[in-house]
């Protein structure tokens, strides 16, 4: 057990919609990042937030955004959904006490854009 | 540009047939190259990590090694409960401030009784 939730476990969403993911991971672990992981693919970097700011960012486009709390949960938003969008979303937590910590990975939520 | 290429894509393998999984890359400088096992449908379970080459780590069955340019996962005497995808991945110094990790595309191991 990594310690990583994620809700919902599935969701199925029509384009142009707006969903929210759910993330949460346990106490210390002040780093998460959001993966997304298409058919048959590795997991791609959308962004990363530590102590609830933005620390990094990949090619993803801003209706992409996100969220950090104090009581380690996040929040993975995207606006305007569109059929590419469909795909198993992580989440990914760690202590970033080193430029190397371990990332541990939740279950995913699968969204499907119809 | 930092990449990492796995291979082979898939590989079926009998009960107890050894093998290998290459992860080849190309980064900027390397902080640590990762080794995850993903079930289908659930998230990436962290196997291991090495951080400079001539390092290798085992836990059962598998073994990792790491050179300047490649990985490799050895898997002994596999059961058919190894069967996964195995992920490879890396971070590069050119990340920055962050530590994200860079994919390959997998390697999807099926072992038969």
């Known amino acids: 057990e990594t310690g990583v939730t994620q809700s919902p476990t599935h969701l199925i969403k029509t384009r142009g919609q707006q969903v929210t993911l759910r993330c949460s991971s346990q106490s210390g672990h002040n780093t998460v990042s959001w993966y997304q992981q298409a058919l048959g693919q590795g997991p791609q970097f959308i962004f990363q937030?530590?102590?609830?700011?933005?620390?990094g960012r990949g090619n993803f486009p801003p209706r992409f955004s996100g969220l950090q709390f104090p009581n380690y949960s996040s929040e993975l938003n995207v606006n305007a959904l569109e059929l590419d969008d469909s795909a198993l979303y992580l989440c990914a937590t760690d202590t970033m006490t080193s430029s190397t910590d371990t990332q541990y990975f939740g279950p995913g939520t699968r969204l499907t854009v119809l | 540009e930092d990449q990492v290429t796995q291979s082979p894509e898939a590989l079926r393998l009998q009960e107890g047939e050894s093998s290998s999984l290459n992860c080849s890359y190309t980064v900027s400088g390397l902080r640590g190259l990762f080794w995850y096992r993903q079930d289908p449908g659930k998230g990436p379970e962290f196997l291991f990590t090495?951080?400079?080459a001539g390092e290798e780590k085992e836990k059962e069955r598998l073994k990792a090694t790491l050179t300047k340019k490649e990985s490799f996962l050895h898997i002994t005497a596999p059961k058919p409960e190894d069967s996964a995808t195995y992920l490879c991945a890396v971070q590069a110094l050119s990340g920055g401030a962050t530590n994200k990790l860079i994919f390959g595309t997998g390697t999807l191991l099926a072992v038969q009784p």
């Open positions: 937030y530590y102590r609830e700011e933005e620390n």
């Open positions: 090495l951080y400079s």
